[in-house]
């Protein structure tokens, strides 16, 4: 079946640090890539997403490259501030109608940025 | 455009009971997808539905059920709560076009809490 493999948390940056949050997936055919965050006490919020080979999805300063060779969708921003201090969760949904709305999450892992 | 929405936000019940949960997705979405979060198990999917039926199914016990209505708003259900159910429910809006590449928008989600 599908899985998705997220680094371990948590993650601790100082404010205007790289950060880089490592995301591997299992599945078959050819899967849709996303990342998802979560702030306290509020469901989740697409970040960005890719939809095929070396697509790279981006936003608010993020950035994802999806990577069918390595099987990889990693995370990276280059300046983080304290306000994207958050869980981030990288998901993958199957690419045929069927189930396209069915998805796989990671574990998550949260990051905590300190002035 | 309003985004998805969920009531109850918080509920308390007791061991036993039964709970319904509602869901209101994005206007113009017809696929409303199911997830359960917990600290141990992470995020996992329930259920979607699409067109009043049900498309897709986790591996959940039958205790979970939902519905959906003919103006897209879907309703979860569980009936005879354990403990073990007490986690944060979220809800998921999306388009379900034809090619298969979808992209869900999560609600805020309802907290509930089995005593």
Redesign the interface.
Same mark, same amino acid.
């Given at each position: 079946g599908n899985s998705v493999t997220q680094m371990e948390g948590p993650v601790t940056l100082s404010e205007e640090a790289f950060l880089t949050i490592n995301c591997t997936y299992t599945a078959t055919g050819y899967p849709?890539l996303?990342w998802?965050v979560q702030y306290p006490g509020? &469901?989740?919020?697409?970040l960005l997403?890719a939809?095929k080979a070396d697509d790279k999805g981006s936003n608010k300063g993020f950035e994802a490259t999806y990577r069918k060779e390595t099987t990889s969708f990693h995370l990276e921003k280059g300046s983080v501030q304290v306000s994207d201090s958050a869980v981030y969760?990288c998901?993958l949904?199957e &690419?045929?109608?069927?189930?396209?709305?069915?998805?796989?999450? &990671?574990?998550?892992t949260r990051l905590q940025v300190t002035l | 455009k309003a985004g998805v929405t969920q009531t109850p936000r918080y509920l308390i019940k007791t061991r036993g009971q039964q709970v319904t949960l509602s869901c209101s997705p994005i206007s113009g979405h017809r696929s409303v997808s199911w997830y359960q979060q917990t600290p141990g198990q992470g995020l996992q999917f329930l259920f979607e539905y699409f067109s009043e039926t049900q498309r897709n199914k986790g591996n959940f016990p039958g205790r979970f059920s939902g519905r959906q209505f003919s103006n897209s708003r879907s309703e979860m259900n569980v009936s005879t709560l354990e403990l073990g159910d007490s986690a944060l429910y979220l809800c998921a809006s999306s388009l379900r076009l034809s090619g298969g590449q979808e992209t869900q928008y999560f609600g805020p989600g309802t907290r509930l809490l089995v005593l």
């Open positions: 849709s996303f998802y509020e &469901g989740l919020q697409l997403k939809t969760f998901a949904s &690419g045929n109608t069927g189930t396209a709305s069915k998805l796989t999450f &990671g574990t998550g | -």
